[in-house]
């Protein structure tokens, strides 16, 4: 059931998965064990992926229910 508005809002969801990625390697390197900035790049990649994927899926079901 996606919408107009649904590729904005999975913009805004994929913007705050990566703020909440950032929070955490901020969050992770006032600790002992800090992320480096190899890790922090992966898991950034990781969320765009995530969020490409999804897309790719609901486009792919739009053009099956038309």
């Known amino acids: 059931m996606a919408t107009a508005l649904e590729p904005r809002r ?3 969801l ?3 998965a990566i703020a909440r990625v950032e929070a955490e390697f901020a ?3 006032k600790g ?5 900035t ?3 790049v992966e898991r950034v990649e990781r969320v ?3 969020y490409n994927q999804r897309r790719t899926w609901l ?3 739009d053009q099956e229910a038309a």
Do not use: F
Request: glycine share 0%; net charge negative.
């Open 10 to 12: 999975l913009e805004d």
């Open 38 to 40: 190899t890790e922090m």
């Open 48 to 50: 765009h992926a995530h």
């Open 14 to 16: 994929e913007q705050d």
């Open 59 to 61: 486009r792919l079901h």
């Open 27 to 29: 969050r992770r390197a």
């Open 32 to 36: 002992a064990k800090p992320w480096t």
